[in-house]
């Protein structure tokens, strides 16, 4: 799993500090959020864990606690990642981290566009290739400036088009 910090995503100004804060005090109240909204945000949107892992019966059980919690309050809206931060701030599942460039959060980052490697790019020295994209929120829908004019949204379909079409090295 990724936690969302980078060094990238300190320009963007967003952040779910706000959201995951919220969301902790209003169904597990101040105190848990006082500690909970201490830690990173854990994007979820790219993980792995075996089959027989028991995250999977905790994260199904936290999740049922969190939408019994929620019952009360229906101004509350928390994404599945809420309670698998709660169960990694519990210390009851171990994360090993990705790194951004392995679940690249556009809404926090827009990738630097590289045509003529054909590759999608930190947008910050050292500029390293990013291995997957991840769109989430407003960046599902935006279009994004390309160095040679116009617009693309960084869809797969548009991407690997855009690409195709390139001059290589």
């Excluded at 799993?1 to 706000?18: A, C, F, I, Q």
């Excluded at 698998?84 to 090993?96: D, F, K, T, W």
């Excluded at 690249?104 to 990738?111: E, N, Q, S």
């Excluded at 407003?138 to 195709?164: M, N, Q, V, W």
Aim: hydrophobic share 40%.
């Amino acid at each position: 799993m990724h936690p969302e910090r980078d060094p990238n995503y300190v320009l963007s100004g967003e952040g779910s500090r706000y959201y995951l804060n919220s969301t902790y005090t209003a169904i597990c109240g101040a105190e848990e959020a006082a500690h909970g909204s201490t830690f990173t945000d854990i994007n979820s949107g790219v993980f792995a864990a075996a089959a027989s892992s028991p995250l999977w019966r905790l994260w199904k059980a936290a999740l049922e606690d969190m939408r019994e919690r929620a019952r009360v309050r229906d101004d509350v809206y928390f994404s599945d990642q809420i309670p698998l931060h709660r169960l990694i701030v519990s210390g009851q599942v171990s994360l090993a981290p990705l790194r951004a460039v392995n679940n690249w959060l556009v809404f926090f980052a827009t990738p630097a566009i590289n045509l003529q490697r054909r590759r999608l790019l930190a947008p910050s020295y050292p500029f390293e290739e990013i291995n997957i994209i991840h769109l989430v929120g407003t960046s599902k829908i935006a279009r994004f400036r390309l160095p040679t004019g116009g617009d693309i949204s960084l869809r797969y379909r548009e991407i690997k088009a855009l690409f195709a079409g390139a001059a290589g090295p």
